[in-house]
């Protein structure tokens, strides 16, 4: 059941974030398309109060159950960053508005950035093991919970991870082929944007 419902919060998403963005830009509705939007994160509640309550029914604690709490770490901390990325991509192409920045290649620029993506991370893998740490107690002595212990090994793996590539990118900064810095091309795509 925990997976189906995993799968459906999934395919929910898109279709909500579709539906908000072509409700936006093609039919001019905006607080329509606020609407639309705003309903994303009860797909998280709802997954969370389904697997709340798969435990309670006594379901053995399993990898669905782990699944289900590194996807909603992962929708806290990126939904609203993939869902504001793609919005202006859809303002650009739909709506007639300037091309979305890109983020900087290059250089400081790209590493900050990487951080700041890194810094996501942490907050979904954090959302995640406090889920999973719940789920824990919740279960108690009276279930196996090692499945639960392993997905919080995995969350902390996660971030471990995308830290040690975070930090490739200021331990060793890639240069800019044509001799600029990634600052330089960060302002002057947002320039060029500006003038489109």
């Known amino acids: ?49 389904a697997t709340a309550i798969d ?12 699944l289900a709490a590194l996807y909603i770490g992962y929708t806290v901390a990126f939904g609203h960053y993939t869902i504001r990325w793609l919005d202006g991509h859809a303002a650009h192409r739909l709506g007639g508005g300037p091309p979305p920045p890109k983020p900087p290649r290059y250089g400081r620029a790209r590493a900050r950035h990487e951080a700041k993506l890194w810094l996501r991370a942490v907050l979904g893998g954090a959302v995640a093991l406090a889920l999973l740490e719940l789920a824990v107690r919740y279960v108690g002595d009276s279930g196996d919970v090692s499945s639960l212990r392993a997905f919080q090994g995995v969350a902390v793996r996660t971030v471990v991870i995308y830290g040690l ?32």
């Open 1 to 49: 059941m925990v997976v189906a419902l995993i799968i459906a919060c999934e395919v929910g998403f898109w279709v909500l974030l579709a539906m908000g963005l072509a409700v936006r830009y093609l039919l001019k509705w905006h607080r329509t398309s606020v609407v639309l939007l705003l309903c994303e994160p009860v797909l998280e509640l709802v997954l969370f109060a």
């Open 55 to 66: 435990l309670k029914n006594g379901a053995e604690p399993g990898w669905e159950h782990g």
């Open 165 to 196: 590539i975070a930090l490739s990118y200021t331990v060793w900064p890639r240069k800019d082929p044509g001799g600029g810095t990634g600052e330089e091309h960060r302002l002057t795509a947002e320039k060029e944007s500006a003038r489109s």
